[in-house]
Nanobody, 123 residues
Framework: VQPVESGGGLVQAGGSLRLSCATSGRTFSSYAMGWFRQAPGKEREFVAAIGRSGGDTKYADSVKGRFTISRDNAKNTVYLQMNSLKPEDTAVYSC?????????????????WGQGTQVTVSS
């Protein structure tokens, strides 16, 4: 499972972006997936996670109600819909895969990582 993110870019505050994370391999449905982000000078932080069946979603408090994680197991892809973006959402967003049913808040629980995609929100 090798995640590859896309969909990042520059957006004004209040705008929306949808990130995609496509994976290779035929075992995508065996992996829970997560999104993390890291801003310059800050530690990597959890954003959202989804269980391998598409349920059991988890969100950071800072994005709850604005971001939605979803997945399409037929397309081996997980998505992060980001609405009402704020300048503090600016970061590199990375997708990660974790063998098992449920996602995790902790980055060390994930085995596979993508390279990340830059999201910049201007004020």
């Amino acid at each position: 499972v090798q995640p590859v993110e896309s969909g990042g870019g520059l957006v004004q505050a209040g705008g929306s972006l949808r990130l995609s994370c496509a994976t290779s391999g035929r075992t995508f449905s065996s992996y829970a997936m997560g999104w993390f982000r890291q801003a310059p000078g800050k530690e990597r932080e959890f954003v959202a996670a989804i269980g391998r069946s598409g349920g059991d979603t988890k969100y950071a408090d800072s994005v709850k109600g604005r971001f939605t994680i979803s997945r399409d197991n037929a397309k081996n892809t997980v998505y992060l819909q980001m609405n009402s973006l704020k300048p503090e959402d600016t970061a590199v967003y990375s997708c990660a895969a974790r063998w098992g049913y449920s996602g995790s808040y902790y980055f060390r629980d994930y085995e596979y990582w993508g390279q990340g995609t830059q999201v910049t929100v201007s004020s």
